[in-house]
Structure formats: C-alpha cells, structure tokens
C-alpha cells in the first residue's frame, strides 16, 4: 500500500515538473501571449461589434497588454526554439528576425496610440480596433504558420 502511495507520489511530481519545464519554454511563453493579444482583441471586438457595453477600464487594459506584447513578443525567439509545442511560428522569423521586430514593435507603437488617444465610444473602438489588427493581421500573414 505505501509503495502505491510513493509510486503515485513520484508520477505526480514529474508530471508537474514537466508542466512547469513547458510552461518556461519560449513556444509556450509565445503561446500565452499571443492568447493574452487575443483576448484583448476579443474584448476591443465585443464594444465594437455592440455585443458589450463600453468601458473604459476595459478598453484601456485590452490597449495596455496589446501594447506590452508588442514591446515584449520579439524577446521570446531564441534560437533553437523554431519547432516544438506546436510552434504555429514561421522559421521566416529567424531569416528576418529584424523585420518581425519592426512589425511587432508597430504593433507596440499603434497599440500605444490609441491608447494616449483612449476611445470614448464604441465607434472609436472600432476604429482603435482596426488600426491595431491590422499590424497583427500584418505580422500573421509574414510570420504566422496556417494549420492544417
């Protein structure tokens, strides 16, 4: 009974030691920010489409990490993370790591202007909303990988 209890023990802990590995892993670093610039999109999208009230709080938190993933995004593609945990990212990244920096730091740059410009309706969300998905949309089309 106790060598159960150690054996369940052992597989727990290295499971939850490879969890935590992967977590720390450039790819899924990636990952999570991109979820984090999704959501933020998902929340811009909602005032705009009407789905949502406006709210200022929340514009400005969405504008806020768009902004700090653009400035942050380019600093997690070391070499020799190009593959694995389903990277969707483009090997075009390192053959043009200066250009995919330029593209994210746009986003950083547009992010922070609509922020300093704070939209006051959904109208203007909508339009914050497109000048910042168009740098994504720019990048994805460059850099992104398509599933299958």
Not at 28 to 53: D, F
Request: with cysteine; net charge negative; hydrophobic share 45%.
């Amino acid at each position: 009974m106790k060598m159960n209890t150690v054996l369940s023990a052992i597989v727990a802990i290295c499971l939850g030691t490879t969890a935590a590995i992967a977590a720390g892993e450039p790819q899924t670093v990636r990952q999570e920010l991109m979820k984090k610039a999704g959501g933020s999109a998902g929340t811009l999208a909602g005032i705009a489409k009407g789905e949502k009230p406006y709210d200022a709080e929340a514009v400005k938190a969405a504008l806020t990490t768009l902004v700090e993933v653009g400035k942050t995004f380019p600093d997690h593609f070391p070499a020799g993370s190009e593959t694995g945990l389903d990277t969707e990212a483009s090997p075009k990244i390192w053959e043009n790591m200066d250009d995919f920096k330029a593209k994210a730091a746009k986003l950083a740059t547009v992010a922070e202007a609509q922020l300093a410009a704070m939209p006051a309706d959904q109208a203007a969300v909508g339009a914050a909303l497109e000048a910042v998905g168009a740098t994504c949309g720019d990048c994805h089309q460059s850099y992104r990988l398509k599933k299958n």
